[in-house]
């Protein structure tokens, strides 16, 4: 029975799917006009737009899970769920480790040490983004097998003995949760340093700033201020995605109430979708082509 309730979240998930989709169709498009037309795409530009095509993944996942879920519960089998589980590992370790690119790449391009550590690094910065991506494959690989290899069992051993069932579920569970917080922890860790890297460099900057009696409203605090602006709105948004898996997982039992399921939907929905919004907004030539387009 679809409630007045129901129809309220449904509105919302679906509002937050279509912005979603919108926000990251439109980082897509326009970086590959951008590529047809110079026959060439700036780096971050590279990761904006495979990050853009991992959100929408993650929001088609979401969004088909609720449909699945509400509409049509029958057609929910295991091999659906499968498909569906394979596709949001791949696209949440994308969405995730993409960022944490960009983030380094910020922070990289911005922030200036006296280290000769740094310097190298900031010389390479393509070259620290690439190792960073390939260094993270190992963990989607081992996610991946698991994850198959726990719904095989399942089927093969479990599906006839409710007790073995029960009993591997809890398991499944526990270990789908370790596993979650295991890769998202790292990942999340180098942000929240490069955050607090950038933090410390505005810092300085002021300092040096304010010795030279000059007023801190130059480009490069802009640069900072734009860049910390994007980092942080990640933080906020990925926090709030992150938990909302980790209850899940921990307590499916809790899926099964309706109100609770919509509103863990609309809370994962809301990372994947409003934070494409800050990308836009925190880079110049797709702010620019976004208010023109607004304007037209």
């Not at 073995?164 to 949760?177: E, F, L, Y």
Request: charged letters at 15%; aromatic letters at 16%.
């Amino acid at each position: 029975m679809i409630t007045f309730l129901t129809t309220v979240f449904s509105i919302l998930l679906l509002t937050e799917f279509i912005l979603g989709n919108f926000a990251n169709g439109f980082i897509v498009l326009v970086n590959c006009i951008d590529w047809v037309k110079r026959r060439k795409v700036a780096f971050v530009d590279q990761i904006l737009t495979v990050l853009a095509i991992s959100r929408m993944g993650l929001l088609w996942v979401i969004e088909m899970n609720w449909i699945v879920t509400m509409f049509n519960a029958a057609s929910y089998s295991l091999e659906v769920f499968i498909v569906g589980n394979i596709v949001w590992i791949v696209s949440n370790h994308f969405s995730i480790w993409l960022v944490i690119s960009l983030s380094v790449f910020y922070l990289l391009k911005i922030v200036s040490f006296s280290s000769v550590l740094f310097f190298y690094f900031k010389k390479r910065v393509n070259r620290v983004i690439f190792i960073l991506l390939l260094g993270s494959l190992p963990s989607l690989a081992f996610h991946l097998v698991k994850a198959s290899t726990d719904e095989s069992v399942w089927k093969n051993e479990c599906s006839g003995n409710v007790t073995w069932k029960t009993k591997w579920n809890d398991i499944v569970r526990q270990s789908n949760m370790t596993v979650f917080i295991i890769s998202n922890f790292i990942p999340f860790t180098m942000s929240l340093i490069s955050f607090l890297l950038l933090i410390f460099s505005l810092w300085k900057h002021f300092k040096k700033m304010k010795m030279n009696g000059k007023e801190p409203q130059d480009l490069s605090t802009k640069v900072h201020i734009r860049a910390m602006q994007t980092m942080t709105s990640f933080l906020l948004l990925y926090t709030s995605y992150f938990v909302t898996v980790i209850i899940s997982i921990w307590n499916s039992e809790m899926l099964k109430n309706e109100s609770f399921f919509h509103v863990c939907q609309i809370l994962l929905a809301l990372y994947p979708s409003s934070h494409s919004f800050f990308l836009i907004l925190g880079n110049k030539k797709l702010k620019e082509v976004f208010l023109s387009l607004l304007w037209q």
